[in-house]
């Protein structure tokens, strides 16, 4: 099915051989959908976007609340040869110009609610059609009432472009990384083999599909493994655990789980499921002790970038090391490298990890300086990411390159300020940035989320670290706030932080 379409040969293998099976239950309209099902709307959405002068390469932009169509859509791109750009639903009209201005896509489609004014924004841009995916009147999902299935899929070979995601742009302008059919393809395959999924599974969908961890993982593994899920517009814990008796894994972010564990029933919910895994953002050895507890399950926590998509997982059999993000995937390759010298460095050593495999990006959209910054003629892509390898293999992230503190001279790296805050008691979770100082360059501050009713002062904080860090990496001040700033993922931001308390150590 789909031969001569690498990705598409490879997500419809299961619909190729078993089409009667249940792909889909829409947790909100109850709506069920079979792989053979799916696949058959998505020929309607590709040729649908083909009659609407559709060609190969051409980028097919989409902002638009997660859907069963939004999925059909995804998927009718890649058979009829376009590139896939999903946008996050929080970005507003004057990012959504600059990422429009810069891929230029031939088509772009979001929710009828935003249209008229998302419509100015595309016109601006020069795209050549702006359509909506849901209501009435004109949509790209009410082309498929008139489009029959049985499309010709376009050919695309593994190196070809597939998709294109923007990285969050913490630093700088967005980057459109570009990701071939085979990156996609052997990625996801390679996770459904190593996370064991077979067609009895039942997935707990309840990530956004904008992003690598909701699209290029947790759905391309259910369709590569012929697999099911109980897709949910969004996370909400209750829903979450009303699904779990009848689900057998679910992927998260660490919020999934800090919420469901303040949920009661997790304990008798989860018996049916057979694995939990956690992305996007660092997991509290806190949480995964604490889930431990409540479910008799260990947290599988893995290690991923939009670049990437996963490059490290903990083990499926063995353990799963709080803390850690385990080991190399199947057939890709890291190592800890000397950020000056590129030199590779001792296990143990704290560097700047490089990434080598087929899952690795192509490298930047229109930015081929960048790419040739970030990616090596080897092949070995540049993640930013700082990071050691332990006795044992385990891999651990110790945070971002742009977030080594450098105070005095000295190097301080934010992960290990974090763990000795958060294994204070009264902590929930701590954030450590570096602000301007006079004297040192850099000063370290800790943004700190306390226990419900503990009564902790920044002195107590200080004596609780004064036998465990220097003096150098001990924070100058303690912010207590109610919660960390995060993005829609999750993942801290911690470039807000360093913009809101940018004068505080003057």
């Not at 709307?41 to 097919?60: C, F, I, P, S, Y």
């Not at 990422?99 to 979001?110: E, M, N």
């Not at 655990?241 to 304990?267: C, I, K, Q």
Request: hydrophobic share 45%; glycine share 12%.
């Amino acid at each position: 099915m789909y031969k001569q379409n690498h990705l598409a040969a490879k997500l419809a293998a299961a619909a190729d051989t078993m089409p009667d099976a249940l792909f889909l239950e829409d947790h909100t309209t109850g709506v069920r959908l079979t792989h053979g099902q799916l696949w058959a709307k998505a020929e309607q959405m590709a040729a649908a976007l083909v009659r609407l002068g559709l060609k190969t390469g051409d980028r097919v932009a989409v902002q638009a609340d997660k859907s069963v169509a939004m999925l059909e859509l995804y998927l009718g791109v890649v058979l009829a040869g376009g590139v896939f750009l999903p946008l996050n639903t929080a970005y507003v009209a004057g990012e959504l110009a600059y990422f429009l201005g810069d891929a230029k896509p031939h088509i772009f489609v979001c929710d009828p609610a935003n249209l008229a004014d998302l419509r100015v924004v595309a016109d601006g841009a020069g795209v050549g059609h702006v359509l909506t995916l849901g209501a009435a009147g004109g949509t790209l999902v009410d082309a498929q009432n008139y489009e029959s299935a049985g499309f010709d899929a376009v050919t695309r070979s593994a190196e070809d472009l597939g998709a294109i995601l923007y990285t969050s742009g913490t630093t700088g302008r967005s980057k459109g990384a570009m990701l071939s059919h085979g990156a996609l393809a052997s990625n996801s395959e390679v996770l459904k083999n190593y996370w064991r999924f077979t067609a009895d599974d039942v997935l707990i969908h309840a990530l956004p599909i904008y992003h690598t961890h909701g699209l290029f993982v947790a759905t391309n593994i259910t369709l590569m493994a012929g697999a099911s899920c109980i897709f949910m517009s969004k996370f909400n814990a209750q829903d979450v655990l009303s699904a779990m008796p009848r689900a057998t894994s679910m992927m998260g972010v660490p919020t999934f789980y800090v919420r469901l564990l303040g949920e009661g029933g997790l304990g008798r919910a989860s018996k049916n499921m057979r694995l939990f895994i956690s992305g996007s953002a660092p997991l509290l050895s806190e949480t995964h002790d604490q889930w431990r507890a409540a479910t008799g399950h260990d947290i599988l926590e893995r290690y991923g970038m939009t670049e990437t998509n996963m490059n490290t997982s903990n083990p499926y059999d063995g353990e799963r090391r709080p803390g850690t993000v385990g080991f190399p995937l199947p057939g890709i390759q890291v190592k800890i490298c000397a950020a000056t010298t590129g030199e590779t460095l001792p296990d143990g050593e704290i560097g700047v990890l490089e990434v080598r495999g087929p899952n690795v990006f192509l490298g930047y959209w229109q930015m081929p300086e960048k790419t040739a910054e970030e990616l090596r003629d080897d092949g070995f892509f540049i993640t930013g990411d700082l990071a050691k390898i332990d006795a044992d293999g385990y891999v651990h992230i110790v945070g971002r390159g742009k977030d080594l503190i450098i105070t005095g001279g000295f190097n301080v790296y934010p992960k290990e300020v974090e763990g000795a805050i958060d294994a204070l008691p009264g902590v929930v979770e701590s954030a450590v940035i570096g602000v301007k100082h006079a004297d040192f360059g850099e000063g370290v501050v800790a943004i700190v989320v306390l226990e419900a009713g503990a009564n902790i002062t920044q002195s107590d904080v200080l004596a609780g670290l004064a036998g465990q860090l220097a003096k150098f990496k001990q924070p100058k001040r303690v912010i207590f706030v109610d919660a960390l700033v995060r993005n829609t993922m999750g993942k801290v931001q911690k470039n807000l932080m360093r913009a809101e308390y940018v004068d505080i150590l003057s």
